[in-house]
T-cell receptor, first 113, second 110 residues
Framework: DTGVSQDPRHKITKRGQNVTFRCDPISEHNRLYWYRQTLGQGPEFLTYFQNEAQLEKSRLLSDRFSAERPKGSFSTLEIQRTEQGDSAMYLC???????????FGPGTRLTVL | TQLLEQSPQFLSIQEGENLTVYCNSSSVFSSLQWYRQEPGEGPVLLVTVVTGGEVKKLKRLTFQFGDARKDSSLHITAAQPGDTGLYLCAGAGTGNQFYFGTGTSLTVIP
């Protein structure tokens, strides 16, 4: 399978705990995006990488959120001290270059109790 | 902030009917994409339109990009239950972000 993969698919955690999600993009894609989607809404942009460089972050990405793409391949999104409001679907997408078509992974559904 | 507004937000129709979903913005986009998303899954790309006035057809789906590249429509002919899902438009701005619409949830009743 050469599509975008995300792990885990589901995560249930207690408020205050830290969680980390992983995204593996399509191998030849330079750009990697993270989005958050709540029920009934469209995805909201969080951040994106060009290779290993994090080039833009949304103001939605509070200090509790950090994303990395250390070798320009897979990426991780960590949420520290989770809050109930962090409950959402976290989507990863990749594209070959800026403004090009994005291909999404299946998402990680986070539930914070 | 959602720069793209979709209408209607919800649509429930009988199998065989036609429908149109609209995606509107006051912003100009260099390209616009349409996705379909099923519950618990990521969005799946249907089409990308780039040129103002462009029309693309994908079987029973017809996509149009407005002349000014600010709006788009998706028309489905003879809808089938397999068309059920959340339809999302997304615009690529002059920066590096993709802006997603509010989504249209379509249910096709057999």
């Amino acid at each position: 399978d050469t599509g975008v993969s995300q792990d885990p698919r589901h995560k249930i955690t207690k408020r205050g705990q830290n969680v980390t999600f992983r995204c593996d993009p399509i191998s030849e894609h330079n750009r990697l995006y993270w989005y958050r989607q709540t029920l009934g809404q469209g995805p909201e942009f969080l951040t994106y990488f060009q290779n290993e460089a994090q080039l833009e972050k949304s103001r939605l990405l509070s200090d509790r959120f950090s994303a990395e793409r250390p070798k320009g391949s897979f990426s991780t999104l960590e949420i520290q001290r989770t809050e109930q409001g962090d409950s959402a679907m976290y989507l990863c997408a990749s594209s070959f270059w800026a403004g090009n078509e994005q291909f999404f992974g299946p998402g990680t559904r986070l539930t914070v109790l | 902030t959602q720069l793209l507004e979709q209408s209607p937000q919800f649509l429930s129709i009988q199998e065989g009917e036609n429908l149109t979903v609209y995606c509107n913005s006051s912003s100009v986009f260099s390209s616009l994409q349409w996705y379909r998303q099923e519950p618990g899954e990521g969005p799946v790309l249907l089409v990308t339109v780039v040129t103002g006035g462009e029309v693309k057809k994908l079987k029973r789906l017809t996509f149009q990009f407005g002349d000014a590249r600010k709006d788009s429509s998706l028309h489905i002919t003879a809808a089938q239950p397999g068309d059920t899902g959340l339809y999302l438009c997304a615009g690529a701005g002059t920066g590096n972000q993709f802006y997603f619409g509010t989504g249209t949830s379509l249910t096709v009743i057999p």
